[in-house]
């Protein structure tokens, strides 16, 4: 493959089955009798299941698509970039913090049910982040993300906390996306201001583990006052997994520029099998393999499972063409931000309606089914919505 594309299918491939996993794992939580390996682990197990390894890998995406969307701004719009990153991640912190407060909304003392405020939310953001075509006058736009607006504080004023301490909205964690956006901040000025230098990313990358590393071995105890608030003095964990994927993609980069991509596998496999090892090494020392807990361990191998599925993705799509194989699930690679969004808006109206699954689908075999199932309809209404335009951008 002489000259890299705009778009890397690869990563797209890779994205779209890590946002469908990440559906599928999500609806499958809390579903009896169906395999735990599938599942997180337990807060307090040495133990990585399937789901355990979706959001690093989903880190390690968003760092591989880095340095090709900045590559196609810096001729054009060299002064933005900084503003882009900011607003971008303004926009994941802020959607990621009322998620947070939805699992500590009161519903006993508010006006609204909670699956009416969690739905009305969410639409709010459908409104304020769509992604409007240049057809799309200046007034007709105002006034839909001025409705979205103006739904969202009307839900900021009615909310309420279950926590006595916190009646109303309040940092409990970032949420999903807010985790994601702190990294992507960190991360994206990284590459931004170093300008995309191999021995900087790789630099920043092997702080971001380290930090992690002497985080849980208490060497960074002074700064638990501020770890809440700003997440690079938290553990390193989210930074690390995407630094890793910016250095993939330089990598990547100079080596397809230098016709010596094959050297890629070579070095993506050889930083596989280090970090798998010092995973299981430091998972003696560190409190063992835990996503709940951002340890080491599950850091490293994380990092080191990434890399090995996606040098299969270059292989298989980049390399082999075989990017059809994935069209199916198109949209959750091309519409992640959509994708994402859609069951936040699903399981809320669901529960308005007081239906249920039949008994068959609500546990084993058939849970799992249905788990599957659901994935591929969100995935499919993303597509959908992309057709008639709908998709929502940050």
């Not at 690679?333 to 959509?338: A, D």
Request: glycine share 6%; proline share 4%; hydrophobic share 55%.
């Amino acid at each position: 493959m002489s000259n890299l594309i705009n778009r890397i299918r690869s990563i797209d491939a890779f994205r779209a089955v890590t946002m469908f996993l990440m559906i599928f794992v999500n609806d499958l939580d809390g579903v009896p009798n169906t395999p735990e390996w599938l599942k997180h682990a337990g807060i307090n197990a040495d133990a990585l299941g399937l789901a355990d390894t979706i959001f690093p890998a989903f880190l390690f995406i968003v760092g591989l698509s880095i340095p090709y969307a900045f590559k196609k701004r810096l001729h054009n719009q060299n002064a933005h970039i900084p503003m882009r990153i900011i607003t971008r991640s303004f926009a994941l912190i802020f959607i990621g913090f009322f998620h947070a407060n939805m699992e500590t909304y009161n519903e006993a003392t508010t006006v609204l049910p909670k699956p009416v405020w969690d739905s009305l939310a969410t639409f709010s953001f459908f409104f304020i982040f769509l992604d409007y075509s240049k057809n799309t006058s200046k007034l007709r736009r105002y006034l839909f993300q001025g409705f979205g607006v103006a739904l969202l504080i009307a839900m900021c004023i009615v909310y309420k906390s279950t926590d006595p301490n916190h009646p109303w909205l309040h940092l409990t964690w970032w949420g999903i996306l807010g985790l994601i956006g702190w990294s992507y901040l960190v991360c994206a000025f990284i590459y931004y201001y170093s300008n995309g230098i191999l021995w900087v990313q790789a630099a920043a990358w092997i702080f971001f583990m380290f930090f992690n590393i002497d985080f849980h071995f208490g060497m960074l105890n002074f700064l638990s006052g501020i770890q809440k608030y700003m997440w690079i003095a938290g553990n390193g964990a989210m930074q690390a997994f995407t630094m890793a994927g910016v250095f993939v993609s330089v990598l990547y980069m100079r080596l397809n520029k230098n016709n010596e991509i094959k050297m890629l596998w070579v070095a993506m496999l050889l930083m596989a099998v280090i970090l798998f090892n010092l995973g299981f090494i430091v998972r003696y020392f560190s409190g063992g393999i835990s996503k709940a807990r951002d340890t080491p361990s599950w850091v490293l191998i994380c990092t080191g499972i990434s890399l090995v599925v996606y040098a299969f993705f270059i292989f298989l799509v980049d390399f082999k063409h075989k990017f059809h194989w994935f069209k199916v699930i198109e949209p959750a690679g091309t519409s992640t931000f959509t994708c994402y969004l859609l069951p936040f808006l699903f399981y809320p109206l669901y529960q308005m309606t007081n239906l249920g699954y039949p008994e068959y689908l609500d546990q084993g075999t058939g849970g799992l089914i249905k788990c599957i199932v659901f994935s591929f309809v969100m995935v499919w209404l993303t597509g959908l919505l992309q057709k008639i335009n709908v998709r929502l951008k940050i």
